[in-house]
């Protein structure tokens, strides 16, 4: 497409899309402009590649997902569809501001943190390598909450993504299913006939997710939550006017807010009921599709697998069995069989916290048939397998974990030692019966994202170094390894990561007005606050670094700025003090004459897709923190490697595989291992001991509680000190004194500027197997079973 065709239909879109005149045209209505004339280019693919699955009679693969964290669009599909020459110059033909477009877009964030962001890098993936495949999720009308900071405190404002138009997504009213709850069951023999006493509308909204070059396109589909009868005329005329629209407010409850933690169990019913409302539609969807295809449901597995992102869609092994075995007539068993071949399950965490259950009784009360089945689908596995004790239902709960894994042919880990961990701890007894079942599947992130759009600078010198193959092509990326020997080259790499932390700085000051250092070591930890991922650890190693400037401010200190980025789930006070004590402890640093030369800290509010992409490119080093054992996989430690960063981190989740990747030699090991950790968070009074044993965490501790950073409420964080004094369930003090001696070695390694540029850029190099499309090709051998099409370069035209 040449610039003076983008330019035409941008134009032609601003008239009579968006009904303005160019003269009056407002940010918005230029981006939404330019989003249809790019969305017109990408309609055509995606058809193309609909119909070749169709025509071809492809398996395809179903993604079921109560979190897709998609973030941005429009920069995403003009990159994919290799549109950003022709964009740049029609924008600036028109007199618009290209930064300003792209900032404009609403961060489309369906989703808490790396779960949710996983299933949107598979989207992408999935369509890069022509694998036909749908995503499921929930059009949440609220997103993730919006992040804001009052006096250092946390407080959280409704996201509203939808309250403008939105650009991507093409209504489907006329793929509107019937959902029910409640109500009671007739049994007719071993069938059943279930009569809900609650009907809601599941309406779909399709996205278009398109792969790189616009060879392949996939479907997002939402589900939006409907009334069965809108507005209620007859009241409204009575004059009971709010109890008129009652139905359609109860009904938009279910997709209005997504649930804002990620690693606890809520057993709200609204969940249970957005779970079921999600997962039920999404099978009726898929079994509507196969049926139009074939005749034979037993042809099911061969032509549809369904993934489950970890419990939250689980229902959907009884709801399959339910249609197969009550409304199609097959056999139980056959029924059964049928649905766990299509099934597959992936497990995200193994907290306790975070396992699924639902009381027996609010289960049969929403879902009583499905109560019944799970209770035979037990009965079966005991047979199956001659065991007594392995039930999903028991001690008055669905475990929803045992569930999914009963119901499922593959179940997997996301990382290495996940996978592990998973066979030897919670899954140990199932796994022993079912040793086949449980698979590895390393998470990914799609480089197109997170290489290629994010980091411009370091991506033109790939590609000039390399060529563009990389780019769908992540293991080609070893192709740097011999020009990180090359001083020239290594100044280069070097000049586009200071050129990312010198736009971060830019955008610190404007933004935070806080001056930062580009020389300084930009430290950075972003991700959900939690304290399994420890950024109170970060927090302590950071004022003991600070008393010890003061000390001695002239000892030549390298200078660090530290960079929090993340979201406390709002109930989870403890979170909430770790962002407020960062804060605070900002405030005072930031203002220290003695310190401020060498230590800032800075924490940008709401952390989002967005934010990610702005400061992972700037980062030198990736904090990956967490007690061993904790993390499933993180893949925000995969974006910071990928984009030459360096590591320090535990060897935790898919850290092992990093380190193991870009040498041990390249990364900055610290703290207990896995093992360790259970064993030695056994032994009584490990906190004490390990304050005792070393003074700057001790003094470190006593700095907080005594309110040096919160002189107006001296106690204001007991809460933080008390639990790491005496409890300390996450071994923070036992890991510090290790912390704190890695991070010394990175003050020494800093000091050599060339070497650490030439570690930085083998990170690079050597992570290209961080692709989720390396991933996706797991899943597709693994778990799936399926092939993808092969495909057509169209180049740009
Ligand atoms: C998270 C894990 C991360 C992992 C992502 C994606 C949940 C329940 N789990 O370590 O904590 O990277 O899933 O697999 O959100």
């Not at 209005?256 to 079921?276: A, I, M, S």
């Not at 974990?401 to 119901?407: A, D, Q, S, V, Y």
């Not at 006070?573 to 605070?584: G, P, Q, R, S």
């Amino acid at each position: 497409m040449t610039s003076a065709e983008m330019k035409a239909a941008i134009l032609h879109h601003l008239v009579y899309t968006q009904g303005k005149d160019a003269v009056t045209a407002k940010t918005y209505d230029w981006r939404m402009a330019l989003s249809y004339a790019v969305r017109d280019k990408i309609v055509d693919r995606w058809f193309e590649a609909t119909r070749r699955a169709y025509a071809e009679k492809r398996k395809r693969v179903y993604y079921l997902s109560l979190e897709f964290l998609i973030g941005r669009l429009l920069k995403d599909a003009i990159i994919n569809m290799r549109l950003e020459e022709s964009v740049l110059d029609a924008l600036k033909d028109l007199g618009i501001e290209w930064e300003e477009i792209i900032e404009d877009e609403p961060d489309a964030a369906l989703g808490n943190g790396g779960l949710g962001r996983l299933a949107a890098c598979f989207m992408e993936s999935q369509a890069t390598l022509g694998l036909p495949a749908m995503g499921y999720g929930i059009r949440y009308e609220n997103g993730l909450f919006r992040q804001r900071f009052e006096d250092g405190r946390q407080v959280e404002e409704p996201e509203d993504w939808l309250n403008q138009a939105h650009a991507w997504e093409f209504a489907r009213p006329e793929v509107s299913i019937d959902i029910g709850f409640g109500g009671h069951v007739q049994e007719i023999g071993s069938r059943a006939n279930w009569y809900p006493s609650e009907v809601l509308i599941a309406r779909a909204h399709d996205t278009p997710v398109i792969g790189w070059k616009g060879r392949w396109g996939n479907t997002l589909r939402l589900w939006e939550a409907r009334p069965m009868h809108g507005f209620d005329l007859a009241r409204f005329n009575r004059g009971d006017h709010t109890a008129a629209a009652e139905p359609e407010a109860m009904a938009r409850t279910l997709s209005r807010v997504l649930y804002p933690d990620d690693h606890t169990e809520q057993g709200k019913e609204l969940r249970l009921k957005q779970e079921f409302f999600h997962t039920a539609a999404s099978i009726r969807d898929i079994l509507r599709r196969f049926e139009s295809e074939y005749d034979d449901l037993r042809l099911l597995p061969k032509k549809a697998a369904i993934q489950i992102n970890d419990t939250h869609p689980a229902i959907a092994g009884p709801e399959l069995v339910r249609i197969l075995h009550d409304e199609r007539g097959i056999d139980f068993e056959e029924a059964v069989g049928i649905a766990r071949n299509t099934i597959s399950y992936t497990n995200h965490t193994l907290l306790p916290e975070a396992l699924e259950t639902w009381g027996e009784a609010r289960m049969g009360r929403l879902l009583p048939r499905h109560m019944q089945l799970i209770d035979r689908i037990d009965d079966l596995h005991r047979r199956e397998t001659g065991t007594h004790d392995l039930n999903a239902h028991h001690d008055g709960k669905v475990h929803m974990g045992t569930l999914g894994f009963i119901m499922a042919h593959k179940v997997n880990g996301v990382a290495a030692l996940h996978t592990e961990l998973m066979k030897s701890t919670v899954f140990k007894d199932l796994h022993e019966l079912h040793p086949e079942k449980i698979v590895n599947e390393t998470n990914g992130v799609t480089p197109r994202r997170w290489l290629l759009s994010c980091n411009p600078r370091l991506s033109s010198l790939i590609t000039d170094s390399i060529g563009d193959n990389w780019v769908d092509h992540a293991e080609d990326l070893k192709k740097l390894e011999p020009f990180t020997e090359d001083a020239g080259w290594i100044e280069k790499f070097t000049a586009a990561k200071h050129a990312n932390k010198v736009d971060l700085s830019n955008w610190i000051a404007e933004t935070l007005e806080i001056s930062v250092d580009p020389d300084s070591i930009f430290d950075i930890q972003v991700k959900r606050i939690h304290e399994y991922k420890r950024q109170h650890m970060n927090l302590l190693e950071t004022i003991a670094y600070w008393l010890e400037i003061r000390d001695n401010p002239n000892a030549g200190w390298t200078p660090r700025v530290k960079i929090f980025g993340g979201k406390a789930f709002p109930n989870y006070i403890y979170a909430k003090e770790m962002v407020h004590l960062a804060n605070d402890m900002a405030k005072v640093m930031n203002s220290d004459p003695l310190t401020s030369r060498f230590l800032k800290v800075v924490f940008p509010p709401n952390y989002n897709v967005s934010l990610a992409e702005r400061l992972i490119p700037a980062a030198d080093l990736s904090e990956q923190i967490s007690t061993a054992g904790k993390e499933a996989s993180g893949t925000g430690n995969m974006k910071f490697s990928l984009n030459g960063a360096l590591t320090i981190g535990t060897l935790d989740g898919a850290n092992v595989e990093i380190r193991e990747l870009v040498g041990a030699e390249n990364f900055f090991l610290f703290g207990m291992t896995a093992e360790e950790v259970m064993t030695h968070r056994a032994e009584a009074g490990h906190a004490a001991r390990a304050i005792a044993a070393d003074p700057r965490l001790a003094r470190a501790l006593e700095t907080i509680r005594s309110g040096g950073f919160s002189p107006e409420e001296p106690g204001r964080y007991h809460m933080i000190t008390d639990n790491l004094t005496h409890h300390d369930y996450f071994m923070v003090c036992s890991d510090f004194t290790d912390y704190w001696r890695a991070q010394r070695d990175v003050d020494a390694a800093f000091a050599d500027k060339a070497e650490w540029a030439r570690v930085a850029a083998l990170n690079t190099a050597r992570t290209g197997w961080f692709s989720s499309d390396r991933t996706i090709r797991g899943y597709m051998r693994d778990v799936w079973d399926v092939e993808a099409a092969p495909l057509v370069d169209l180049a740009a035209e």
